[in-house]
């Protein structure tokens, strides 16, 4: 029986939901069951054999819905294998370079004895909620740096080491 994945994400303007979901995308194609969901609507993660949880950056923190996921989920997360991602430079960067992750984000992996995390670029366009990202935007700062082969081939990485993981069992 394939090892179902959760793929929680907490996102303002969807640009973080689509990574999510790409990596579900690639697990699924590699033989897991996997799904993406609003972090903030996931009340059981028992059901799932590993969780990847992905927030975007804002202001040097992760998207408060992914906080409080792993806040309150805290316990069945550290009983299963479990990654990270962010998301948010408007820049190359995250192409470019490894980005460690924000503070919080790398106390809760020590906590949590997550296994991995990865930033990837960001993506902020024309109509984005909030008055700072509508600023960014007006002021030319916006753009999508995604790195959709980049996070396809993280996703098939992480694919991997689950269905391994799921041999010794």
């Not at 192409?95 to 949590?112: A, H, K, Q």
Request: aromatic content about 8%; charged content about 25%.
């Amino acid at each position: 029986m394939p090892a179902n994945v959760l793929v929680a994400y907490g996102s303002t303007n969807g640009s973080t939901a689509q990574i999510a979901e790409a990596v579900a995308e690639v697990m699924s194609k590699a033989g897991l069951t996997a799904e993406a969901l609003p972090a903030a609507s996931v009340e059981d993660v028992t059901r799932y054999d590993a969780v990847v949880v992905g927030g975007g950056l804002y202001a040097g923190r992760w998207h408060k819905d992914a906080r409080r996921f792993v806040r309150r989920n805290r316990r069945a997360l550290a009983a299963r294998p479990l990654w990270f991602f962010s998301s948010g430079p408007l820049d190359p960067s995250a192409s470019e370079r490894f980005i460690p992750p924000v503070p919080g984000v790398r106390r809760s992996m020590t906590r949590l004895d997550a296994r991995g995390h990865v930033t990837f670029g960001g993506c902020l366009l024309e109509g984005a909620k909030g008055r700072i990202a509508r600023m960014i935007v007006r002021n030319g700062k916006g753009g999508d740096y995604r790195d959709f082969p980049a996070i396809e081939m993280w996703a098939a990485g992480v694919a991997g080491e689950v269905i391994e993981g799921r041999g010794q069992d």
